[in-house]
């Protein structure tokens, strides 16, 4: 874990910090400060890090001490600063912010912001009767120590049988329980990915995929993906033969954040590719419940599968509830089981009452899920509609599942509209989150996972703060670079 | 990860495998076989590995091709291991077996076997109610995306709370809510330990925390405990001051296996010294909440905490029941801030309804615990008489709290033991469980957490192989190194 980060450092990760939010002129200090929280709330400067003495981040930025010391101050009144004489300035977060989805920190409580941080929604209604159900089906268990490293049979024949029903022969013994698809992927790494072996993801993916990659000191190349088009067959299998990695992370159905789904022929290649490579295939099927409007799904990828290359990971955080912290692996039955033998020093096991919530939301999946696609595809269009209508310039392709949205900026924005967006209620998860080294400047996810009357007001009130930034800010901007 | 297993190395693990079990005389390979299941079923050898050739086992324990060919055949008929064309054979387990804590596989439905691997009760009768007025709450949270990796807010006060209550002022901001005890562990380890780094533990100590360092890769250390006397101050002080460890991880109340309770003039120099030494001090206290018969509890340690020196974690499991997963860290409000934004990589956060049953549970603590001290100490002293009337060779020290007691045998006999107890409907966990590489053999770790009739009547079900095993066993025994 990082527990300082250098002046030089600060000083990038600041960029063009005097030139925002740059809607009303504030003094350096106070601009220095806000920039600062800005990158605090989105997660890029990690809490808990030294920050650098006054005098050396002045160098770095080519300022005066004194607007230094008046940042820093202005920090520690606001809590996001605290300091030991002697022993230099940490970065903290005032009480009563939490953390919420993608890293992002939210306040609790705050009615008035408009969470667009995170892709998911509200729970179903079928919620509350499973969990009294539940409760009542307890006492089976109650009898014995309640650990289960692998999960309850019940659930690992339900998740079987779904995998099963698409298309895909599994028996429970191919499944682990886990607490939701981020335990999964950190599992399967923990097991996979020594420090400094080779991984592939794609560019923009899921912030905690990264995440959860860079714990493990992974060595990241990237196979970016077009924003229109997706994947591009021959780069990516030429990645993947070039760079021979340990492992690829892939997110093929309604790809996070494009919405891409990939196609059958390119499933069966990638297959084909990653045993000629010897790479595990770690395949992210969190949005696979969630086709909309009559989209058609590919195969699942572990289809094409003849030689144990493919990992299949998944959960109900999506389709169902992101409260509900059950996910799930698919893989060989040895490689489950040395999963689970792991998984005793990690946390011994998932909650057995959580697990029967999930054995009854599953025996209702048609009907739940069949709802959560009609809402999802209902707040898409009402999203894209005020897309069109109040931010026209911004460019995207119409997601045919999933619940995010992948737009191109008219500029490359990103980051300075997020801060600009906090302030008028509207949280939002800038491009840089979504790759490596403060790239897709020009991008931003904008899921539909709320109700409709939230994202239009939400598209309203970034509209009023877009054009604001654009007067102040636009002639400063240099342009990063940008993978697409 | 270990993926697969030198000859050496089986050859060390399997020891004097040829005279083991013992009590009926068998051919070679089915004694090889036998004493391969065995290490797989209390998890010395580990699933998913790849076992040596047959050539290559066979010149490390000095036998004929033959009878590694037959007893691997033998082993493939059980599917204990799995064999493919040109790639070797790997170690699994036979459907239906699944992990049980501590690293131990247990049969599902075996409801012959007396499980003395696990330190854990059954559910207090509490739970079903809190299950059910969890489940009737929860639509407070439904509008939420659900995700809280710092915990509910309202069950971090109830934690903070009780540590109040015992005498070390702590608010909510100092808790982070994780999914068991052992989730709290792994990850402070995962923020303070890199590769490497030196950690001093106990021997013995609680095998699935030896199997979290092992994870971290980090350089382990030990203070032996005196069976009988428990931690040496001197001995102990001396370790931290000579090897200056990252990390320090002890369980002062009702050790696990041993049952010490460390005094408080040890505890607060113990503080003293961690914080001379730069030494992290994680304080396990999953059974704080069980002294038994009177016993009075010393401050906690972090009552002597001046410096932000110690990290303690505590959970559910030993005083209400193992398949709640709830645990937490107590710490600095920065590291619980810090742990948190980790967590988001890990596992994003622990389930809403569960985190609901806790805060219940905890509201009912005084009549749950109570009930548990009173159930436990029956059960203890069912343990103590039966122990003191069938084998009344083994040496204990009668523990004043918590669950478990750990025996000194008449010889270096736990690993045959156990095997041969399995034989008969008893799971034990041998010494070398709780120790590293192979030593603790006369050791064994006996809870007392299941009720009394299975007690006694596993102790006479040990006593019956005990004398059988000793009969044919016994002359052919080495006595490796021990420590205690």
Chains 1, 2 share one sequence.
Do not use: C
């Amino acid at each position: 874990m990082t527990t300082s980060v250098r002046g030089g450092q600060l000083a990038r990760l600041l960029g063009q910090w005097h030139s925002l939010p740059g809607r009303h002129r504030s003094p350096d200090y106070a601009a220095l400060a806000g920039a600062v929280r800005g990158l605090l709330s989105d997660g890029r400067l990690p809490l808990g890090v030294r920050v650098p003495a006054e005098r050396e981040l002045a160098e770095s930025l080519g300022i005066s001490r004194t607007t230094v010391t008046a940042a820093y101050r202005s920090l520690r009144e606001s809590n996001h600063l605290t300091s030991r004489r002697g022993a230099g300035s940490w970065t903290t977060l005032p009480n009563g912010h939490r953390v919420a989805t993608s890293g992002l920190w939210t306040p609790i409580d705050d009615l008035d912001m408009i969470d667009l941080g995170v892709a998911a929604s509200a729970a179903p209604a079928e919620l509350v009767p499973a969990a009294r159900a539940a409760a009542e089906d307890l006492p089976r268990f109650l009898g014995s120590a309640g650990y289960n490293p692998t999960g309850l049979g019940e659930l690992r024949d339900a998740v079987a049988a779904a995998y099963t029903a698409r298309g895909v022969r599994t028996s429970p013994e191919q499944i682990l329980i886990t607490n939701g698809t981020q335990q999964a992927l950190d599992l399967v790494l923990r097991l996979s990915v020594p420090a400094g072996a080779p991984v592939l993801v794609e560019t923009p993916t899921y912030p905690n995929a990264l995440a959860a990659l860079a714990a493990r000191r992974a060595r990241i190349s990237t196979h970016g993906l077009d924003s229109a088009t997706g994947w591009d067959a021959e780069l990516l299998l030429g990645a993947l033969r070039q760079t021979r990695p340990r492992l690829a992370y892939l997110i093929p159905e309604f790809q996070n954040p494009t919405g891409h789904l990939m196609s059958a022929e390119l499933r069966e290649r990638l297959v084909a590719a990653a045993h000629a490579t010897g790479t595990e295939l770690v395949v992210d099927e969190s949005f696979v419940d969630l086709p909309l409007g009559g989209t058609v799904l590919p195969p699942p990828v572990a289809v094409f599968d003849r030689h144990s290359r493919v990992v299949s990971i998944g959960g109900m955080s999506k389709a169902y509830w992101g409260g509900i912290r059950i996910g799930w692996v698919r893989a060989s039955a040895p490689l489950v089981q040395r999963l689970a033998a792991l998984r005793v020093g990690v946390d011994m096991g998932s909650p057995v009452l959580e697990q029967l919530v999930a054995v009854r939301l599953l025996r209702d999946a048609t009907a739940i899920v069949t709802a959560r696609r009609t809402q999802l595809a209902e707040r898409r269009d009402a999203l894209v509609t005020a897309l069109r209508e109040h931010l026209p310039e911004w460019q995207f392709t119409l997601p045919t599942g999933g619940a995010t949205i992948w737009a191109e900026l008219d500029g490359p924005i990103s980051s300075a509209l997020a801060r600009a967006a906090e302030e008028v209620g509207v949280r939002l998860a800038p491009g840089p989150r979504f790759g490596l080294d403060g790239t897709l400047e020009r991008f931003i996810r904008l899921p539909y996972a709320l109700p409709a009357e939230d994202l239009i007001e939400a598209v309203k009130r970034i509209a009023s703060v877009r054009y604001d930034l654009d007067r102040a800010a636009r002639p400063e901007w240099r342009t990063p670079a940008v993978i697409a």
